[in-house]
């Protein structure tokens, strides 16, 4: 199994909205909606951001969401902050029942 | 509140096979209609999903490391353990274990993760 295409890097100001894609295909990304997000610190464990495509868990602001369309998942981030700064990476279910992961995308906030 | 902990060697010779444990608390591993998984990253490097395991024991795998991979469950201990075949410098990462609830695809809890160095 392929992983999942993600942009290497993203950038943006404080304040700004930035959009991080996860493409895939149709027997991974656009044949389910179980397409979670994670944000990963340095040194740190990834956290969980966006499952089930759309879905914020308790405790995540409200600034992320995501969204999909056809064979490629989104992940938003608006008001941008410091804080968001770090590396995001993609998940998907696959017809095989397995997991792929996207290369991953790192974050800058200028 | 649900706690992951991985342990096992930090080093581990070529060919050999690496054996890691999670071990969960706050939580029983055998609760229904969850799974049980394996993550690692190379230093540097983005995730890989390396294969999961249902409560009821049903197995899942990365098809690029099924024939060296097994994950099992031991209900009495309350741990997850992974055990990795005949291992490379390519297998040198941070593993992680996690928790995903079925039909749903968060891993919503997440070790801290252990440095496995592949070396002789």
């Known amino acids: 199994q392929s992983a999942l295409t993600q942009p290497a890097s993203v950038s943006g100001s404080p304040g700004q909205s930035i959009t991080i894609s996860c493409t895939g295909t149709?027997?991974?990304?656009?044949?389910?909606?179980?397409v979670s997000w994670y944000q990963q610190h340095p040194g740190k464990a990834p956290k969980l951001m966006i499952y089930d495509v759309s879905n914020r868990p308790s405790g995540v602001s409200n600034r992320f969401s995501g969204s999909k369309s056809d064979n490629t998942a989104s992940l938003t981030i608006s008001g941008l902050q410091a804080e968001d700064e770090g590396d995001y990476y993609c998940?998907?279910?696959?017809?095989?029942?397995?997991?792929?992961f996207g290369g991953g995308t790192k974050l800058t906030v200028l | 509140q649900l706690q992951l902990q991985e342990s096992g060697p930090g080093l581990v010779k070529p060919s050999e096979t690496l054996s890691l444990t999670c071990t969960v608390s706050?939580?029983?591993?055998?609760?229904?209609?969850?799974?049980w998984g394996w993550i690692r990253q190379p230093p540097g490097k983005g995730l890989e999903w390396i294969g999961n395991?249902?409560?009821?024991?049903?197995?899942y795998y990365n098809p690029s490391l099924r024939s060296r991979v097994t994950i099992s469950l031991d209900t009495s201990k309350n741990q997850l353990s992974l055990k990795l075949s005949s291992v490379t410098a390519a297998d040198t990462a941070v593993y992680y274990c996690?928790?995903?609830?079925?039909?749903?695809?968060?891993?919503?809890?997440w070790g801290q993760g252990t440095l496995v160095t592949v070396s002789s």
């Open positions: 395991i249902y409560y009821s024991g049903s197995t």
């Open positions: 706050g939580g029983s591993i055998s609760a229904s209609s969850y799974y």
């Open positions: 149709s027997s991974d990304v656009g044949g389910y909606n179980y």
């Open positions: 998940i998907s279910y696959t017809s095989s029942s397995t997991w792929v």
């Open positions: 996690a928790r995903r609830r079925a039909s749903s695809s968060g891993l919503d809890y």
